[in-house]
């Protein structure tokens, strides 16, 4: 409750700088619109539905290729793991990508596949893929050697000591990798939807985007404040207790939070 406590003062006292910056009049209100502004576009947007369908429509469009992303990286970071081969060229190949930004795939995805979903989940899959096989390869590799020298002890060789020993005892930095992953899906499919004009659905991309055309600052920052939320939402109801029950289970050392 105090953690709480302490949060709620801290984010007041945000708005409260953000208002005092408004009031000085140093900024513009079209540049630097009050909190207050900002807060009746998200209840005005929330109250009509826009806000609803375009989070969605960028929510299924972010699910879609996030989990076809971590479905290719994962069985392809074993691999990497399994020898220095990989290591050395499938390895080095992701972690090259990993530092390319997302928006880079942009062009590509529209010469490949136009204006449609399709361009989109390539860009979202290439945002979360890399980080996926890096966090992968990184948890087999970094697993306590006793694990698998008592697995070959009892007679577990092959697959059956990966699926079994390696791949769960894995498990903590995977689910770190896709935290990882996820926020990179994030900026890859706000790239995607800025660029990418499509009609089978406008996502919050779209709507930051059409904010700033607009000069509607108070559209552009209520829409960034929607993700922020949605982000640390998934983070909080989903990634950290998985990672912090998987570090417990298996005994490695994780900051609780």
């Given at each position: 409750?105090?953690?709480?406590?302490?949060?709620?003062l801290?984010?007041?006292?945000?708005?409260?700088?953000?208002?005092?910056?408004?009031?000085?009049?140093?900024?513009?209100?079209?540049?630097?619109?009050?909190?207050?502004?900002?807060g009746?576009?998200?209840?005005g947007?929330?109250?009509d539905?826009?806000?609803?369908?375009?989070?969605?429509?960028?929510l299924?469009?972010?699910?879609?290729?996030?989990?076809?992303?971590?479905?290719?990286?994962?069985?392809?970071?074993?691999?990497?793991?399994?020898?220095?081969?990989?290591?050395?060229?499938?390895?080095?190949?992701?972690?090259?990508f990993?530092?390319?930004?997302?928006?880079?795939?942009?062009p590509?995805?529209?010469?490949?596949?136009?204006?449609?979903?399709?361009?989109?989940?390539?860009?979202?899959?290439m945002?979360?893929?890399?980080?996926?096989?890096?966090?992968?390869?990184?948890?087999a590799?970094n697993?306590?050697?006793?694990?698998?020298?008592?697995?070959r002890?009892?007679?577990?060789?092959?697959?059956?000591?990966?699926?079994r020993?390696?791949?769960p005892?894995?498990?903590?930095?995977?689910?770190?990798?896709?935290?990882?992953?996820?926020?990179?899906?994030?900026?890859?499919?706000?790239?995607?939807?800025?660029?990418?004009?499509?009609?089978?659905?406008?996502?919050?991309?779209?709507?930051l985007?059409?904010?700033?055309e607009?000069?509607?600052?108070?559209q552009?920052?209520?829409?960034?404040?929607?993700?922020?939320?949605i982000?640390?939402?998934v983070?909080?109801?989903?990634?950290?207790?998985?990672?912090?029950?998987?570090?417990?289970?298996?005994?490695?050392?994780?900051?609780?939070?």
């Open positions: 409750m105090k953690r709480i406590a302490v949060a709620l801290f984010f007041a006292l945000l708005i409260g700088l953000w208002e005092l910056a408004v009031r000085s009049g140093r900024w513009s209100a079209v540049l630097l619109p009050s909190p207050i502004f900002v009746e576009y998200i209840w947007a929330l109250l539905g826009t806000l609803v369908e375009s989070t969605w429509v960028t299924k469009r972010l699910l879609i290729g996030y989990a076809a992303g971590v479905l290719i990286g994962l069985p392809l970071g074993l691999l990497t793991s399994t020898s220095q081969l990989f290591e050395d060229t499938l390895g080095a190949l992701s972690l090259g990993q530092t390319l930004p997302s928006v880079c795939w942009v590509l995805a529209l010469v490949w596949f136009g204006q449609t979903e399709g361009a989109m989940l390539f860009v979202v899959i945002g979360t893929v890399w980080s996926v096989i890096i966090a992968t390869d990184h948890g590799r697993i306590p050697p006793i694990y698998a020298r008592a697995a002890t009892m007679g577990s060789e092959g697959f059956h000591k990966w699926t020993v390696i791949l005892a894995s498990l903590p930095f995977l689910v770190s990798g896709m935290k990882q992953g996820w926020a990179f899906a994030w900026r890859s499919l706000m790239a995607a939807e800025i660029y990418v004009t499509i009609l089978t659905g406008f996502g919050l991309g779209h709507l985007h059409y904010g700033r607009l000069n509607a600052m108070e552009v920052i209520g829409i960034m404040i929607v993700i922020v939320v982000g640390l939402v983070d909080r109801a989903l990634f950290s207790p998985w990672e912090n029950f998987l570090h417990r289970r298996w005994g490695t050392n994780v900051r609780q939070t």
